[in-house]
């Protein structure tokens, strides 16, 4: 066991000391080290020092943990904490940073990429690799490599000669050459000097090369600049040609510095304008009513079957354009919609042999809800959803056009961004926007290591859909957070813009109030190094320097749940009320001036066309429209009564008589299958249609004096008599009118598309336990020690205890009698192999039944599956 008041020797040690509530920070932080569940606390420490586990600890480092990180990086190893103070602040101190630094340092430890007490930090050795200058991979410090690694293939005589012309007196050796060059470029008193000698030209070679890249190219003569600096190894050859300038000699012409800019503190998140909460609010609802109009109306326009599937799954770019006209909008948002309807599990692909998308049945309860709670749908459905709208247009890697509702357009990242941006907008005051340039720069300090700093990169342009989407869903209203966005992410209301006294800010990391979350005073603790660097206790500190509080993890599912049904209260008194009525016109329109209720708007979109929309909706009334519901199976009478119950005016006489006369021929023709019949009690209306040369592509003739057949199917032909200015009705085989309605088509039941994860998910508090635990007794099993000698003595190389039967049971028999535990290797069922430590309580039938200190529970263990015992040491247990 690992004793606390001795420096650790590798990281497996430093997680020894470390109490279950940093191992939960750890676990939390880095979950990808608990899938599956390591078996100790060795295992543990080699899987957080794996490539791929560090890689992603390292993309998620905010920009100054991570020059934090590349500082120890060219710093010595081990490094005092006084040395990375200095490299971080240089010689003139910056008290931003070293403020800021402990907090940095204390997350670099907390994820387990940095261990070690303050008197001997070490960065885990995958880390280092990763962020050591190189020629293949250089650093962002700009630093190259140390006199001791350039001179590593020099001759000891050019060493020499380095150093006699640099002033030094000549060494003995090679090694203490380089040391006392080393020594000179150090000593800052001493490099003053040497450089006060330098030609004019070298000292200008020597800042071009300063903030790197530290390579510079060289011909076989050098120019005398060049040799004076060549000369006393200011400049070191690395290659044929190639120079370099040493690390020791970049920082003292940088005063110490590794970087050339640190960024201690996040951006903060500037207000680009301010409204009044209020105007905020009724602006974010509009949007809202908006949006619910907008999704049911791309649904009604593939009621009875929408546009086909690509072979390759997806939506034409045909049939994007048609659907953004229909809409009238631009075609990305049009992809938005289409998009949104699909993660909310209201729209999918029908399954069958010729697949069209169309609605799902969990449309129809959809329309059901009242409309807060079907806008809080939308909205949960987009902030959880991994496809992105945004990317549909683009190319995969294969060069393939993304296309809508098709592969290929799941990003990980982007319900992450989407819950950051809209947190960083809920740290503002009520009413106030922010400027997109301070929410992307906020979110590259946040995570520098996920893209490049560019408009372009992934984070960004998923930052910059966010601002969008959020205002067309009607999260946010003028570009600031509603207080029903603010319920949806379960995050408090903050004061509005201006007034004093209370929260003046949140998670986003602008004002006073984030400042204090963002940098919490570092606890005072015993034996706690001086942030100065000074001398201090040696002991661990793995708790002394938390790290602030980072963006709050999103919610999980139930307390989503609860959230969206704030955010729906919210929202309820904000929509307009449904109307009842519309105002009748007589050039046969409708007026609704407002949404309707939905019995009128299903019944008035069925008998109207709509003509515009808008504050108010405009419907005009066609014979095609007024066909259409007594295809429905609507009478005139019906439609009359229909009109003159939900119409504020009378209804106007032109319009009266466009009912009666398209009811007075509705029906006059019934059409059916033979391929198709047409039949009519009078047949001069059938001696018309033959004698009408529109009619020649139906090729009719006559079967009887009142019926006609046709080549053409059912549904061809009633468009064409249609076409041909008649009204025919469908029947069935029975001779029955066939009704038809618009919103028959539905998908099977189908589930809304699970979102793709960025990497495992966040444990939760039970799993967390639960591993630690697991962890922590598998720990003590591996490493409680053993009694040297004896028949049963322990194996080396931390192998399984191998004893013969008799041994084993022999020893596990004076277990039982003398209350001693004992470590065994067991083998279970599935073949996996395990060290447990035992307090043998009986033995008989083949098992041994005993007190398990590993699983901290009775268990009883078969006897032929117990590879062997060791007794312990006399201390332990």
Known sequence: MSDPAT??????????????????????????????????????????????????????????????????????????????????????????????????LGALREQALVWGADDRLRLVRTARELLTPSPQHPSPTGLGPTVQEATAGMSPGR??????????????????????????????????????????????????????????????????????????????????GTVVLPREVALHLRAGRAHRATDPLPPPVEPAATHSPQVVDTTAAGQAYTALATVEELLKDWHEG??????????????????????????????????????????????????????????DEWLEQPAAERWARLAEAWLAATRTAGVVGGRDAKDRTLSALGPGLDRSAAPEVRHRVLTL????????????????????????????????????????????EAELLGVTGRGALSAHGRALLGVPAAPAAGKPGGRASGPSGTGPAAATRDTPPVPSTAGSPAPSGGPGDKLPVHHEHRRPAGPPEPLSAAEQAVASAAAARLLAPLLPEPLDHVLLQADLTAVAPGPLRRPLADMLGVLADVESKGGATVYRFTPGSVRRALDAGRSASDLHAFLAEHSRTPVPQPLAYLIDDVARRHGHLRVGAASAYVRCDDDAV??????DKRAAGLRLRRLAPTVLAAQADPAGLLEGLRAMGFAPAAESAEGDVLITRADA????????????????PTPDATLLAAAIRAIRAGDLASTTPRKPSGAAAAPAGGEL???????????????????????????NAEGSASQRVIAPVRVEGGFVTAYDHTADEVRTYPLHRITGVAELADDQI
Not at 745 to 760: I, K, L, N, Q
């Open 159 to 240: 060493i020499q000669e380095i150093v006699t012309t640099a002033g030094l007196p000549s060494t003995h050796d090679a090694v203490s050459a380089v040391s006392s060059l080393t020594a000179l470029f150090t000593d800052r008193r001493r490099m003053t000097a040497l450089l006060a000698d330098a030609p004019e030209e070298s000292r200008e070679v020597l800042s071009r090369l300063v903030w790197g890249p530290p390579y510079g190219q060289v011909t076989a003569e050098p120019a005398a600049r060049l040799r004076w600096l060549l000369d006393r190894g200011l400049l070191l050859p690395t290659a044929p």
């Open 745 to 760: 088509h539905r998908t099977p039941p189908r589930s809304a598309p699970e979102p793709v994860p960025d990497g495992p």
């Open 686 to 691: 059938l001696n018309e249609i033959l004698a």
């Open 7 to 104: 420096p650790p020797r590798s990281l497996a040690e430093d997680l020894r000391v470390r109490d279950d509530a940093s191992l939960t920070v750890l676990l939390r932080s880095r979950p990808d080290l608990i899938t599956p569940v390591p078996t100790d606390l060795t295992q543990l420490a080699t899987r957080a020092g794996t490539r791929a586990s560090v890689v992603r600890a390292l993309e998620r480092l905010d920009r100054f943990a991570l020059q934090t990180a590349e500082a120890l990086a060219v710093a010595a190893d081990p490094a005092t904490y006084a040395e990375l103070l200095a490299l971080m602040a240089g010689d003139e101190g910056d008290p931003a940073v070293t403020s800021a630094l402990p907090h940095a």
């Open 801 to 827: 205890p191998r004893t013969t039967s008799a041994e084993t049971l022999a020893t596990m028999q004076a277990a039982v009698l003398t209350g001693e535990s004992l470590w065994i290797g067991y083998v």
């Open 425 to 468: 907008l809920a740290g503002l005051p009520q009413g106030a926007s922010p400027s997109p340039e301070s929410v992307l720069a906020r979110l590259r300090w946040e995570r520098p290591l996920r893209g490049p700093q560019r408009d372009d990169d992934l984070r960004g342009r998923l930052a910059r859909w966010t601002l969008n």
């Open 306 to 363: 929408g546009p086909a599937v690509l072979r390759a799954g997806g939506l034409s770019v045909r049939d994007l354009k048609r659907t953004a006209v229909a809409l009238d909008v631009p075609e990305p948002v049009a992809a938005f919609w289409t998009e949104l309807a699909y993660a909310a599990g209201l729209l999918a692909s029908d399954g069958e042999a010729d697949e069209r998308f169309a609605a799902t049945p969990a449309y």
